[in-house]
């Protein structure tokens, strides 16, 4: 692995990937407390639309992306707000919708085949330095909004009502939980791609629930957990020439059973 080191599009997956697992770590630790898990899938997947949207009217992808994605969070974040009960037909129908448009405009764009498994599967050996000065911001946006809005956060994502109590803007940071969800999608399609974004999000706060005692510790297991699934991914897919978003993918799958026998075995024996 390190001799891959010397090539630049390697140290630029290295650092792509340890961005992204800065910020599934952080934004993943929010959708697990919070259930969030099905919202993120729409946002996800509506993004695509964006996608397709950048390539037909030859706009600059990550930022019609962004815009896309964010919009859609908007969308979704008023749902759940106003027609909770109905919520999760309609968020099922804007992930669909969102799909169906990327895919359309896609098929419509001039003069240009777009690789679509570039896309639903990941490509973070094609990362430029460009892509990835736009994910340090993102990611340092993220970083700096949870740590400023920490305590409000906290509080919102485990006593809804105590939180409305204490003068928590539930509905604030609700809209905010799920744009912080798309600028975390829009990292993580050029990692793992659209449709394993899910678990990039999900595995390792899902571990790390089980061994933390606080939301702060969560966040920090999250983003240890996510850099290693990452870098043993890289490893495995650089030594035996495997999808990169794919082998990273199964690794944090790997350790999610693992750890459900280690949990299983932990509470027969009482521990």
């Given at each position: 692995?390190?001799?891959?080191?010397?090539?630049e599009?390697?140290?630029?997956?290295?650092?792509?990937?340890?961005?992204?697992?800065?910020?599934?770590?952080?934004?993943?630790?929010f959708?697990?407390?919070?259930?969030?898990?099905?919202?993120?899938?729409?946002?996800?997947h509506?993004?695509?639309?964006?996608?397709g949207?950048?390539f037909?009217?030859?706009?600059?992808y990550?930022?019609?992306?962004?815009g896309?994605a964010?919009?859609?969070s908007?969308?979704?974040?008023a749902v759940?707000?106003?027609?909770?009960?109905?919520s999760?037909?309609?968020?099922?129908?804007?992930?669909?919708?969102?799909?169906?448009?990327?895919v359309?405009?896609?098929?419509?764009?001039?003069?240009?085949?777009?690789?679509?498994?570039?896309?639903?599967?990941?490509?973070?050996?094609?990362?430029?330095?460009?892509?990835l000065?736009?994910?340090?911001?993102?990611?340092?946006?993220i970083?700096?909004?949870?740590?400023?809005?920490?305590?409000?956060?906290?509080?919102?994502?485990?006593?809804?009502?105590?939180?409305?109590?204490?003068g928590?803007?539930?509905t604030?940071l609700?809209?905010?939980?799920?744009?912080?969800i798309a600028?975390s999608v829009?990292?993580?399609?050029?990692?793992?791609?659209l449709?394993?974004?899910?678990a990039?999000?999900?595995?390792a706060?899902?571990?790390?629930?089980?061994?933390?005692?606080?939301?702060r510790k969560m966040?920090?297991?999250s983003m240890?957990?996510?850099s290693?699934?990452?870098l043993?991914g890289?490893?495995?897919?650089?030594?035996?020439?495997?999808?990169?978003?794919a082998?990273?993918?199964m690794v944090?799958?790997?350790c999610?059973?693992l750890?459900?026998v280690?949990e299983?075995?932990?509470?027969?024996?009482?521990?």
């Amino acid at each position: 692995m390190l001799e891959a080191l010397h090539f630049e599009f390697m140290r630029n997956a290295l650092l792509t990937g340890l961005l992204a697992s800065i910020t599934c770590g952080i934004v993943g630790t929010f959708v697990v407390v919070n259930r969030l898990a099905f919202l993120s899938g729409g946002i996800a997947h509506a993004a695509y639309g964006g996608i397709g949207l950048a390539f037909f009217f030859g706009l600059p992808y990550t930022l019609t992306t962004l815009g896309f994605a964010l919009f859609t969070s908007v969308v979704m974040a008023a749902v759940t707000l106003k027609a909770r009960y109905r919520s999760d037909t309609i968020v099922g129908v804007l992930w669909a919708l969102g799909m169906a448009l990327g895919v359309i405009l896609l098929d419509l764009a001039p003069g240009y085949n777009v690789d679509l498994m570039s896309f639903l599967f990941g490509s973070i050996l094609t990362v430029s330095k460009l892509d990835l000065s736009m994910m340090f911001v993102l990611c340092s946006v993220i970083v700096f909004v949870v740590a400023f809005l920490y305590n409000g956060l906290l509080a919102y994502s485990y006593d809804e009502q105590f939180a409305k109590v204490r003068g928590v803007s539930v509905t604030f940071l609700h809209f905010l939980l799920l744009a912080m969800i798309a600028l975390s999608v829009v990292m993580i399609i050029r990692v793992v791609g659209l449709i394993l974004v899910i678990a990039l999000l999900t595995i390792a706060p899902y571990i790390a629930e089980g061994y933390s005692r606080s939301l702060r510790k969560m966040i920090v297991i999250s983003m240890l957990l996510n850099s290693l699934f990452t870098l043993i991914g890289l490893w495995l897919s650089y030594t035996f020439n495997l999808t990169s978003g794919a082998t990273i993918i199964m690794v944090a799958g790997s350790c999610f059973f693992l750890s459900l026998v280690l949990e299983g075995l932990r509470s027969k024996r009482g521990i």
